[in-house]
């Protein structure tokens, strides 16, 4: 049985501490502070589940205010777990956007534990800045994106700089810099 507090507790500690804490991602900052971000724990506990859940959630944020929700954290602690099998989902994700006819409205940025990014190592440190407690489907409103991009002129130079910065950091400085607790956990 999982208990959905702990899971939503690892993941606002992985967010604020690393996302955040980072500025792995300069956008997540203002919707964190505002309590725009919905979390949702996913009882699934295989792709099939986990799709039905992205569905209903990709519905769900399709229709709330967007003052009140900003994002979505579908959070997938029992499902995906294999990295090669959430890039599958990942395919069907992007699939069952299209079939929503929610493209260019929503989009979804990927995160899992054992993230690995084309052409890298299994154990090469960049893969670190889009590795989380659990597989994550973070659901995301397009028009948001617009609006920070805006907002952070040299949007394009985030990758680059979040591969530099864990470069410097490594492996080791990484995990302590995520052991230690953040401010608002």
Not at 40 to 50: L, R, T
Not at 74 to 103: S, W
Not at 138 to 149: G, M, N, P, Q
Not at 155 to 180: C, F, P, S, V
């Amino acid at each position: 049985m999982q208990d959905n507090d702990a899971v939503i507790a690892a993941t606002r500690h992985w967010l604020t501490r690393a996302v955040i804490g980072l500025n792995l991602c300069p956008f997540a900052k203002a919707v964190h502070v505002k309590d725009q971000i919905r979390y949702v724990v996913s009882a699934a506990h295989d792709m099939e589940g986990a799709l039905l859940d992205l569905e209903k959630e990709l519905r769900w944020l399709s229709e709330a205010d967007p003052r009140a929700v900003d994002t979505t954290l579908l959070i997938l602690p029992q499902a995906l777990l294999d990295f090669h099998e959430y890039n599958d989902a990942l395919f069907f994700a992007g699939r069952m956007l299209r079939q929503l006819r929610l493209e260019g409205e929503l989009q979804i940025a990927s995160f899992h534990p054992d993230y690995q990014f084309e052409g890298t190592a299994p154990d090469d440190v960049e893969n670190f800045t889009n590795r989380s407690p659990y597989p994550i489907l973070h659901l995301l409103r397009e028009a948001s994106i617009d609006r920070a991009v805006d907002a952070f002129p040299e949007a394009e130079t985030i990758y680059a700089r979040n591969e530099a910065l864990m470069r410097k950091m490594g492996a080791a400085g990484y995990h302590d810099w995520m052991a230690r607790p953040a401010d608002d956990d």
